[in-house]
T-cell receptor, first 112, second 114 residues
Framework: QKEVEQNSGPLSVPEGAIASLNCTYS??????FFWYRQYSGKSPELIMS????GDKEDGRFTAQLNKASQYVSLLIRDSQPSDSATYLC????????????FGGGTRVLVKP | EAGVAQSPRYKIIEKRQSVAFWCNPI?????LYWYQQILGQGPKLLIQ????????DSQLPKDRFSAERLKGVDSTLKIQPAKLEDSAVYLC????????????FGQGTRLTVV
């Protein structure tokens, strides 16, 4: 079982719609969770971090964490063509060591 | 605040040659990561440093890859000899502000082995 799993996509959404991305992780004692956005040919850019159960909103992005079910999700509201990218979920599996582990990424295509 | 600096941006070498990548993390960041990202995949952790000590190198192919972080600041990743399957983007990231674990990436080095 992979430590961090994501659907590779592509997830195709019309402009203005909500894009919903999911990520599951295997280590129950994971402490820190991150979403990165990666445009083609560029390096990953941190867009959200979440550490406790519930929702965290930042502009058009909402991260949701459910530690009991071991999943973290990202919602992108009012999707724009500029949101077309690969979204990487990353987890620090244990409190000690800060080992940052990535999933394979979900490719999102926002169609005008 | 300056970001993570990496060089070179691009490198093309023949198989069996050697290559080295350099990374300068964000000032004050104690943790430094090297990742390998093959096209279409997520970043794979090669090695993690905490100051100048190795925290995790379980996925580093030690027969050909080596890394060091002298004085707990800059880091160098070396491949010797390179194989065709080493063609990838090599990403350096750093983290470690007090109380925070967010990691920030450099622009990466795109390596092509021919």
């Amino acid at each position: 079982q992979k430590e961090v799993e994501q659907n590779s996509g592509p997830l195709s959404v019309p402009e203005g719609a909500i894009a919903s991305l999911n990520c599951t992780y295997s280590d129950r004692v994971s402490q820190s969770f991150f979403w990165y956005r990666q445009y083609s040919g560029k390096s990953p850019e941190l867009i959200m971090s979440i550490y406790s159960n519930g929702d965290k909103e930042d502009g058009r992005f909402t991260a949701q964490l459910n530690k009991a079910s071991q999943y973290v999700s990202l919602l992108i509201r009012d999707s724009q063509p500029s949101d077309s990218a690969t979204y990487l979920c990353a987890v620090i599996p244990k409190a000690a060591g800060n080992k940052l582990t990535f999933g394979g990424g979900t490719r999102v295509l926002v169609k005008p | 605040e300056a970001g993570v600096a990496q060089s070179p941006r691009y490198k093309i070498i023949e198989k069996r040659q050697s290559v080295a990548f350099w990374c300068n993390p964000i000032s004050g960041h104690a943790t430094l990561y090297w990742y390998q990202q093959i096209l279409g995949q997520g970043p794979k952790l090669l090695i993690q440093f905490q100051n100048n000590g190795v925290v995790d190198d379980s996925q580093l192919p030690k027969d050909r890859f080596s890394a060091e972080r002298l004085k707990g600041v800059d880091s160098t990743l070396k491949i010797q000899p390179a194989k065709l399957e080493d063609s990838a983007v090599y990403l350096c990231a750093s983290s470690g502000e007090v109380g925070r674990t967010e990691a920030f990436f450099g622009q990466g080095t795109r390596l092509t082995v021919v």
